[in-house]
């Protein structure tokens, strides 16, 4: 939290201080936009496959035991389809202290932060296309519109878990969804701003370890729930 909030402070920091140096070559554009596209795609991946990717990094514990008794159980109890891809949502225990962590829609049941990151995911997507590779006119000195509303975003998705304490699944899923967009706001305000290619992917950087930060709090949050729960069973750590 600590490093995540000395990054926003650097973003602040160059808005009302921006360097002189300014050294976007002609092809900076399409490198950054390739990159925060695959930090995407890479993001939407993470949402169909949870277990694997939070294992990847280091986050498989609770998710494995959940699949585990998923499997026991031989049902198809906290599985749900999303355009034909099988989902399993087993980072959150078949328990009633994380109902306002799901939602549930036509009879399955969704994780409202993974479906809101892939709702931001799938939109940012959208506009880095659009932003790096069109050649969309942005006035200069409309940065603060995108930094702003960039840093309010980030703020939110890593305060939601303890200092708000969200507890609402749409609260959940609208924070997650704009946390997204809000990388990608403060992205686009720097580039506006400083044309800056080793500016730009530092932001970039920032955005990775952002959200690396807030699926370490996530799960923090979950092994919190449980630690404190008296009933015993295989989530308890």
Known sequence: MGI???ALSLIVLFTIFPPAIQESPPW???LVGSMFALVCILGMTAVFFPTECSRAIGHGRVKSAATRILETKGGDIGVSYLAGVRLVHGHHPPCHLFDGHEFHLSGRTFC???IGLLIGAIAVLIGTV???????????SAHPLFIAPGILGVLLALLQFHVINVQHAAARLLINAFFVVATFLIL???DLL???LTLDLLAVSFSVFWLYT???LSNWDHE???SSCSVSCEFRP
Request: aromatic share 16%; net charge positive; charged share 15%.
């Open 4 to 6: 995540s909030f000395f």
């Open 28 to 30: 900076g554009k399409t």
């Open 112 to 114: 409202a932060g993974c």
């Open 130 to 140: 659009v932003y790096f590779f069109t050649g969309l006119p942005i006035d200069r």
């Open 188 to 190: 686009v305000g720097v």
């Open 194 to 196: 400083l044309h800056s």
């Open 214 to 216: 807030r699926i370490s």
């Open 224 to 226: 919190r729930i449980c």
